[in-house]
């Protein structure tokens, strides 16, 4: 069946650092494909998205691409700052399930 | 804010109680999930309504039922809790299908003792 398969974690980065989240999916047909963002205590946040194969999303310094070959969405972020602590969660939609990934806990240090 | 509101934020009860949950989606969205979030489970779907009517069903345990009214807000019902029903419970909405994104709310953290 469709499920996302996301790097476990925590990662701790020092701030400014380069950061990457691996994320890996299997589906059926064209899904799309999300990030969210959880910052502690607060919901699930959507970060960024691609609906298509070589779509690219971007929000706040984050980039994803969506890339059908490998059935790849990885996060990247060039310099983190210590605001990106949080946990952030891939995503599928086949258009009528929504499929998340575990989560991966980042926590940025100054 | 992001439009989804839930009530309670947080609920403390006693094992074999019952609880209601509330969500009001964000204007325009026909469509309310729940999930529930553990820190063992991650992130769990149990249930989806669109314009009132069931539409997919995940882990949802047979202790809880929900529906979604006439108003398209939506309550969840949690009975005979147990101490591993403890979680943060999230209501997300959307406008049709799950391909446009979701928007979840900010929550209720239940606490059972």
């Known amino acids: 069946g469709d499920s996302v398969t996301q790097m476990e974690g925590p990662v701790t980065l020092s701030e400014e650092a380069f950061l990457t989240i691996n994320c890996t999916y299997t589906?059926?047909?064209?899904?799309?494909l999300f990030w969210y963002v959880q910052y502690p205590g607060e919901g699930l946040q959507l970060l960024l998205k691609?609906?298509?194969?070589?779509d690219k999303g971007s929000n706040k310094g984050f980039e994803a691409t969506y890339r059908k070959e490998t059935t790849s969405f990885h996060l990247e972020k060039g310099s983190v700052q210590v605001s990106d602590s949080a946990v952030y969660f891939c995503?599928?939609?086949?258009?009528?399930?929504?499929?998340f990934g575990t989560g991966t806990s980042l926590t940025v240090i100054p | 804010d992001s439009g989804v509101t839930q009530t309670p934020k947080h609920l403390i009860t006693a094992t074999g109680q019952r609880v209601t949950l509330r969500c009001s989606p964000r204007?325009?969205?026909?469509?309310v999930y729940w999930y529930q979030q553990s820190l063992d489970q991650g992130l769990q779907f149990l249930i989806q309504?669109?314009?009132?009517?069931?539409?997919a069903k995940g882990n949802i345990l047979e202790r809880f039922s929900a529906q979604q009214f006439p108003d398209l807000h939506s309550e969840l019902n949690l009975s005979s809790l147990e101490l591993g029903d403890s979680a943060l419970y999230f209501c997300?909405?959307?406008?049709?299908?799950?391909?446009?994104?979701?928007?979840f709310g900010s929550g209720t953290r239940l606490t059972v003792v």
């Open positions: 997300a909405s959307s406008v049709g299908g799950s391909g446009y994104g979701y928007t």
């Open positions: 589906a059926t047909g064209y899904p799309s």
């Open positions: 691609a609906t298509k194969a070589d």
């Open positions: 995503a599928l939609s086949t258009g009528n399930q929504f499929y």
């Open positions: 204007s325009g969205d026909l469509s």
């Open positions: 309504y669109y314009n009132g009517e069931e539409r």
